[in-house]
């Protein structure tokens, strides 16, 4: 197809469409209000993958029609895929194929593919005075044939992009080796400062260790360990005493919110004031040791309502959160009667694995563990145990090992055959995906491997190749799939 015609087709709709818009903005978020409820990624919060994918092609979904107003501009079309819940709570993909200009058929579309009612969405009130201003709404009205166009021309641009791939994958990686290993040698630098300042809170507190539960930056690490000390620092003699006291013989993490965690160890937010760090350490002076072990005796109490099973509890979770989704599960079990009790008991394995969750949760079965909503009815819990009974658990439970183990195995060979310093890559990627991209890495040839060699790879979902602040190379794995060896 020649360049001049791909020009034409791209700027199609703005040649061919006269845009009516039924919707506002605001009219168009009202409207989507369903459909952002279905795919919200905080729905998935005990499924990261789908959560991750969901958030993402949101993102690209939220784009499209944002640039739909005030004024629509020309877009590539471009196919989102969403994961939703059925009306018996399985797993759903559903795909979106985003094109032409009109707010109102990309917003049915989407609330009928995740079988949601348009009768609130407006109608057209002319649709005569529609035709007279030259109004197409969409590529299949205004266009006969043209989502075909547009699927010739995606797979002329996917073709395209295998080609680039395969000529500049070691291009690309040659040109930011320099950018990588300077950002490697900073990247270390910091590391060491870092050190230099848990050693010197460790030393003024008596904590054992340090953590974070999120990837930070290490710039804002830094800065979470200097308010510490600057805490500690500016404290009068009664504050001082109190915090060292607190923080004295126990671990302290860096997450989201302030809280006194499962483990009797102490979380302060990263985002939160100096005077909430200052009021968790007040409060674990208090009651902590008692309410560690109201836990523990709330743990085995559950055990023993339900025959045995196993309950864990996260570690680092808020102790007086997780407390109170215990009692409120506890206080569930008992009220039903014995013979229903029996029945749930004579569904779980004597050792399964159980996690009660807040009451914002779901049923599910991640990675083999029973998890539990503690405000869950009793009859959805004993249909979805009969639905994924014990086998099922324990069988997707040695499945993920085995998965994990094996990745993990074939990505020390590729790691050795490219001579690379570390080999990592997104936590959402499909499995299948990524051990058919370490394959291909463990088969590039030995006069390519000198463009591999000495450095740190990510494999990642995003569109082109560049340089993390820890001198990482993050490298699509499109560009992984693409290149010929």
Known sequence: MCPNTLRFLRNFPTVCVTQHCLFSAKEAAIALRPFYFAVHPDRFAQEPD???????ALQVFNGYINNLFPEPVTQMPVNVEFTVRDTLSNFKSIRIFLSGADPAEIIKLALERCDLSTAHLPVR?????????????????????????????????????????AVNLLKELSKNRELAMQRRDGHKVMV??????????????????ILWSINWELTFMRRCLINVLEMINHADKHSKDVIIYSLNGRQLTFGRGSHICCNGSLQFGADDAIGAWQKICIESTKFLTFEVQNLERLVERVAELLGGINLL???????????????????????????????????????????????????????????IPCNVDIHALKHFILKNDASKA???????????????SVKNSTVSHLELTSLSWDADLNFTRLLDALRKLSKIQKEQISHFSGLEIHLGSGPKIFVLASGKISVPIEMIEDFEI
């Open 394 to 408: 324990e069988k997707m439970r040695k499945e993920y090992f085995e998965q994990k183990y094996f990745l993990e």
């Open 50 to 56: 789908i959560q991750t994918r969901n958030e993402r």
């Open 125 to 165: 009130d002319n649709p005569s005075q529609n035709q007279k201003i030259g109004t197409k709404s969409s590529q299949k009205n205004f266009a006969p044939g043209l989502d075909e166009i547009w699927k010739n021309l995606q797979e002329n641009e996917r073709l395209r992009q295998k080609r680039f791939y």
């Open 192 to 209: 060491e400062i870092i050190e230099d300042n848990i050693d010197e809170i460790k030393r003024k507190t008596g904590l054992t260790q």
């Open 313 to 371: 509890v996260q570690p680092h979770d808020g102790l007086l959160q997780t407390i109170k989704n215990v009692k409120l599960f506890i206080a569930r079990i008992c009220s039903q009667p014995p013979s229903e009790l029996s029945k749930i008991n004579s569904l779980l394995k004597k050792d399964q694995q159980v996690q009660i969750m807040n009451g914002y949760s779901e049923l599910a079965l991640l990675q083999g563990i029973l998890q």
